[in-house]
């Protein structure tokens, strides 16, 4: 690694939520990562499937 640069790792999550509670969960996440120093470091992505 001494050598390397630009290295890059990621770790993935995934959740089905309503949508009331991906709002919740979103925020509740958000707070996590600023607690740690890490909102600038990750990326929260979210889909939305409208399932019938």
Do not use: P, T, W
Not at 16 to 39: C, H, P, T, Y
Request: aromatic residues 4%; glycine residues 12%; proline residues 0%.
């Amino acid at each position: 690694m001494k050598s390397g640069s630009n290295l890059s790792v990621g770790i993935s999550f995934s959740v089905d939520v309503g949508g009331d509670m991906a709002k919740g969960l979103e925020s509740d996440l958000r707070q996590i990562l600023e607690d740690l120093g890490l909102r600038d470091k990750v990326r929260i992505e979210y889909e939305n499937h409208n399932l019938r």
